[in-house]
């Protein structure tokens, strides 16, 4: 089940195991998957290019706070 999050005019998405990001994202949202080995942050981008981070965040709180803040620079 797809949830939504919009801070600063930007759409932060939680998907469900299963979802895919193309389906439920579009460009300029951060979408929130988990998987065994956390809570990845990714970044979608024009022409559907997925950017993530390294490494997962261990918590969805953790995944969260980094989007919001990422949210925050992208509004400046």
């Given amino acids: 089940m ?3 999050i919009k801070h600063r005019r930007v759409n932060i998405i939680t998907l469900a195991e299963g979802e895919a990001i193309l389906e439920h994202c ?3 949202d951060i979408a929130l998957v988990q998987d065994a080995a956390g809570w ?3 970044f979608v981008g024009e022409d559907g290019v ?3 981070y390294d490494a ?3 918590s969805y709180n953790k995944a969260l706070w980094t989007a919001k803040a ?3 620079f992208a509004a400046e």
Avoid: C, L, Q
């Fill in 40 to 42: 990845w942050t990714h």
């Fill in 2 to 4: 797809v949830a939504v």
């Fill in 56 to 58: 997962p965040f261990p």
């Fill in 70 to 72: 990422a949210a925050e």
């Fill in 26 to 28: 579009r460009s300029g």
């Fill in 50 to 52: 997925i950017d993530s």
